[in-house]
């Protein structure tokens, strides 16, 4: 079966203490399951550290002896729970019902109108102008009063457990909040938006882990971080600043300075000149040539990854690649790759960009590996960005020539190509390299998300795309569309 995703329960992380123990009285949608993934036990016949409810059974939550209380979707239970000697803070969910994006702390008006204009969960002319309109209303604290809200209500109104404990790595007291909620697992982390006193915009990111004793995204991110620091100023100076790590019960955090500006997914769904869209991917192209050409290291070097895929990542194509492959790519050379370049990890300003998510940064990786994942991903944006299920179909017709943006991409590849050298007949090769890694790294997490939970998961997009490759007509090793 496979794990529900409603990540409601994330309201959770906003306590001054996390619990350890929870009753849920009535039934919430989602709201068992998600207490269980994160590693908090339901009990019954005893006082729980959270009780959760809907807004039909306030009472019996407050009166179950819990600690702190939780009613979700609720206009009114705010009254109730101060009644009851409780402090308590609104959490709005976008969107406001099913499985949200992002928490915003409404008792925070700045902090909550800034996530509703920059990170916001539609797209499309006059939705960007509700979102603004929701906004104002958000800083004049009117939004809290006309939309049903997650109450998370506490003895104290102290700042989230995690906050507290990155204060000790340099996070100000008295920051203001949001919280991005990541879609899909909840093995995958959440982050704090974090706002100086007085600040309109966010100036530090706290990612914190959903299931306790979970180390290994942070234990990556620290060596990945210090693979790209020695990689050069080309690619330092696109990196948030790491400040360090904490824990609180089992869950773990790190703190990092703030990307300002907006995110590159969000400019390209939204209503800005088609020109302007396509400048700013051009600035990301250049950056990965500049890196590719300034990190270029002679064949030796990618001579350990190239036995690693033919190790551990062509057996799983074994029924369709043959089991030479790697052996029959010519001599190519390295280049550094962030290996995680999506429109999600980029964020735009004026002065230029911040690439985010650094945990899977290799100092001698494949050439055309980050430029073919990042231009296969914004490119579908570019062309259908109101269809979410064309990707795979949107990335056989690109890499084939018939998209709209095919011709774009192929210079890309061109310019890529030439930058570090190399041969035009290499190129098909390199490419099926690339993807196929993308592929056995999706499933290598899938399948450790599927061990650490007991839940199954279909397969992710890059495990999808892998096989689109090596099965539609015209892609795979011999691709020259490109051409």
Not at 36 to 49: F, T
Request: aromatic share 6%.
């Amino acid at each position: 079966m496979d794990e529900p995703i409603d990540h409601r329960g994330d309201a959770l992380f906003a306590l001054p203490q996390l619990p350890a123990t929870a009753a849920v009285f009535g039934d919430p949608p989602g709201w068992r399951s998600d207490l269980s993934v994160r590693g908090i036990e339901l009990v019954d016949g005893r006082a729980p550290e959270l009780a959760v409810a809907g807004p039909e059974h306030v009472g019996e939550a407050i009166s179950s002896g819990a600690r702190a209380v939780i009613v979700d979707a609720s206009r009114t239970a705010a009254t109730a729970l101060r009644r009851a000697g409780l402090r308590v803070r609104r959490l709005l969910p976008m969107p406001i019902h099913g499985t949200p994006v992002l928490y915003l702390n409404l008792d925070q008006r700045v902090a909550a109108g800034y996530g509703i204009v920059s990170r916001g969960t539609t797209t499309g002319r006059l939705r960007i102008i509700r979102d603004r309109v929701a906004a104002v209303a958000a800083r004049s604290g009117a939004l809290a009063r006309a939309v049903p809200a997650v109450a998370v209500a506490a003895p104290s109104d102290g700042a989230p457990a995690l906050l507290r404990a990155a204060r000790e790595i340099g996070l100000p007291e008295g920051a203001a909040w949001n919280m991005v909620v990541s879609p899909g697992s909840a093995i995958r982390r959440n982050a704090f938006l974090l706002f100086d006193p007085g600040s309109s915009e966010p100036d530090y990111a706290l990612k914190f882990s959903r299931v306790p004793d979970l180390t290994v995204q942070f234990d990556r991110e620290e060596r990945g971080v210090a693979v790209a620091r020695a990689a050069g100023t080309t690619v330092a100076s696109v990196m948030p600043t790491h400040m360090g790590r904490v824990e609180v019960r089992g869950h773990h955090a790190s703190l990092e300075t703030a990307a300002r500006g907006v995110r590159l997914t969000m400019f390209l769904r939204g209503p800005h000149e088609f020109e302007a869209k396509v400048r700013a991917l051009e600035q990301m192209v250049t950056w990965l040539e500049d890196v590719a050409r300034d990190t270029a290291s002679p064949p030796a070097t990618l001579a350990p990854e190239r036995d690693r895929i033919a190790r551990e990542v062509m057996p799983d194509y074994a029924d369709r690649v043959p089991g030479d492959f790697v052996d029959k790519v010519p001599p190519i050379p390295s280049v550094f790759c962030h290996n995680d370049p999506s429109e999600e990890n980029i964020v735009l300003s004026p002065g230029g960009l911040t690439l985010l998510d650094w945990e899977w940064a290799q100092q001698h990786g494949l050439p055309l590996a980050d430029l073919v994942y990042f231009g296969t991903g914004v490119l579908r944006i570019l062309d259908r960005p109101e269809r979410e299920e064309d990707r795979v179909p949107h990335f056989v017709e690109l890499m084939q020539g018939r998209a709209s943006s095919s011709q774009r991409m192929f210079r890309w590849v061109a310019r890529m190509s030439d930058a570090v050298g190399l041969p035009a007949t290499a190129v098909g090769q390199v490419v099926t390299l690339g993807i196929l890694e993308h592929g056995n790294a999706s499933r290598r997490e899938r399948h450790r998300f599927e061990q650490a939970t007991g839940s199954s998961f279909a397969p992710a997009l890059a495990e999808r795309v892998a096989d689109a490759w090596l099965r539609e007509p015209g892609l795979g090793p011999a691709w020259d569309a490109w051409r």
